[in-house]
């Protein structure tokens, strides 16, 4: 019996310790799998995060670079560009030592390919813009530094998704284990208290330990998180000042012929106001003459001389032609002034700031006012015609759908004024309103010549234009775009036929944009 019970009691030792030493076994695992998830993955990934807010700053300073104008603001943006390229190579270098997977070297290979590309058209841009060639620095900038920054920035992400997705495996795979070897110690604690107690212990030890380490790694990962959200909230306000240079940059544009167009009615007023100057001179002259015929009459003298001098004076003058043109002149002044005050009123319109909050819009007024204000565009290439139904007031920002309407006639303007190219009849805009549901639409229709297949899925991309340097930004649609999809969670479509013309649509909600 004794034997019996020796050998069963060695047995259960036995198994025991054949539990616990699984137990250690895993614990060893937990560990190694924490140990590269602190001394190799984590580091990489804090390394490509950082290298990331590196292309981000970058990102905006080339951003930067297509809106200063002085020299030494332009060398401080390059030289900042070019520390956190140096920092940037340094960082590829680290992480370059320590791939250990086919994968990872294939997208760090990516990364270093998209960053050669980068740095070749930074550095054409660079070279232009400190030997004085602004416009053609700009335009390699946003022709070809951004886009490479874009892909570079890409390739990043990609590999920093990579790494997260293996540290987020091992972590997995050690919580996996960390529940494993707890039901092992809940066996070895059935089997002998006391035994099973010490292991449990021992094991619990461990894994608070390794638990912590995990805690720890989460709080940094959500702290990355919130620099994550704090650079989308500076991309973001960085796209407010792009839109308003742009807004700014229009206005300057349409400045000179804004004022042509009040200096027209102005010389009507201007030439009615001194010949109703003159008049009224003459016409004084007149009135005394006839001052001094009742005088005479009244004191019983002879008026037969001055009412002769009055005949006479009154022939000179035609009083029935004065009497006709006279208002004429008045209804001219009245006229010009009418005209200089909607001029006047469109621009104050257009130029006022928006709110913060989406206030009720009359986009038939919109639509007038900008017309009025883009008038110098197309005078001279197009005739505008308005086909403005009933429209309910639109829930919207005011300033921003009206700098995405004058984006889209002035882009019409230029489409009819390249299709003629100075010869040919004149070409025809036409702009219409409806009330369609739920959504308010707006259509501007051109004669131009039509958008080519081949880079229709284009147009609303950033810095993309096909107008020659000095001309066009390749903002404007992409600007009123992001006005009403984005920001009011409309539509912009378009229709093109090659050689005949293009329609773009709007689409905004009546009510404003869903919450």
């Not at 059935?190 to 292991?199: N, R, W």
């Amino acid at each position: 019996m004794s034997a019996k019970l020796s050998l069963g009691f060695a047995v259960l030792v036995a198994g025991l310790v054949g539990i616990g030493w699984s137990g250690l076994s895993r614990m060893s695992r937990i560990n190694d799998d924490l140990e590269h998830i602190v001394k190799r993955r984590w580091p990489n990934v804090r390394i490509a995060e950082e290298a990331l807010d590196l292309m981000n700053e970058n990102s905006r300073i080339s951003l930067e670079m297509c809106l200063v104008e002085g020299r030494d603001e332009l060398a401080t943006l390059i030289d900042r560009q070019e520390r956190n390229r140096e920092r940037i190579t340094s960082f590829m270098k680290r992480i370059g030592q320590d791939l250990d997977s086919v994968e990872a070297r294939e997208l760090f290979g990516a990364v270093v390919v998209s960053r050669q590309r980068y740095v070749e058209s930074f550095t054409g841009a660079r070279q232009a813009l400190q030997a004085g060639q602004r416009e053609r620095g700009r335009q390699i900038v946003r022709a070809e530094v951004v886009p490479a920054l874009d892909e570079l920035r890409r390739a990043w992400r990609a590999y920093f998704s990579f790494e997260n997705q293996l540290m987020n495996q091992a972590a997995e795979t050690s919580a996996e284990n960390y529940q494993s070897t707890r039901r092992s110690g809940v066996v070895v604690i059935v089997g002998s208290a006391v035994f099973a107690m010490l292991l449990a212990l021992l094991v619990t030890h461990h894994l608070d330990i390794a638990f912590g380490q995990l805690r720890h790694a989460k709080d940094q990962a959500e702290a990355t998180n919130r620099a994550l959200s704090a650079e989308m909230q500076a991309r973001a306000r960085m796209e407010l000042q792009l839109r308003q240079a742009q807004k700014l940059e229009a206005v300057g544009r349409l400045a000179s012929g804004v004022a042509h167009e009040i200096n027209t009615p102005v010389q009507f007023v201007n030439d009615s106001v001194h010949f109703l100057q003159e008049v009224l001179g003459d016409l004084t002259g007149l009135l005394q003459q006839y001052a001094e015929l009742r005088a005479a009459v009244l004191d019983g003298g002879s008026a037969e001389e001055r009412a002769r001098a009055l005949a006479a004076a009154e022939q000179a003058l035609d009083l029935s032609l004065l009497q006709k043109r006279i208002p004429e002149a008045m209804q001219r002044s009245i006229d010009g002034l009418g005209r200089i005050a909607g001029i006047v009123r469109a621009m104050k319109e257009f130029g006022h700031p928006d709110e913060t909050e989406m206030a009720p819009l009359d986009l038939n007024r919109a639509v007038g006012n900008t017309l009025t204000i883009a008038r110098h565009e197309y005078r001279y290439v197009a005739d505008v015609r308005t086909d403005l139904g009933e429209l309910p007031e639109v829930r919207c920002h005011a300033g921003q759908i009206g700098q995405a309407l004058l984006n889209l006639v002035v882009n019409a303007a230029h489409a009819v004024a390249e299709a003629r190219r100075g010869e040919g009849p004149r070409g025809l805009i036409t702009v219409a309103t409806r009330h369609e549901g739920a959504f308010a639409e707006i259509s501007v229709a051109d004669t131009g010549g039509g958008i080519p297949a081949a880079i229709r899925d284009r147009i609303f991309d950033p810095f993309f234009t096909t107008k020659e340097v000095g001309r066009g930004t390749g903002q404007g649609l992409a600007i009123a775009r992001a006005v009403v999809v984005e920001r009011h969670g409309g539509e912009l479509t378009f229709e093109s036929d090659e050689g005949r013309g293009t329609t773009f649509l709007i689409r905004l909600p009546i009510a404003g944009r869903a919450a």
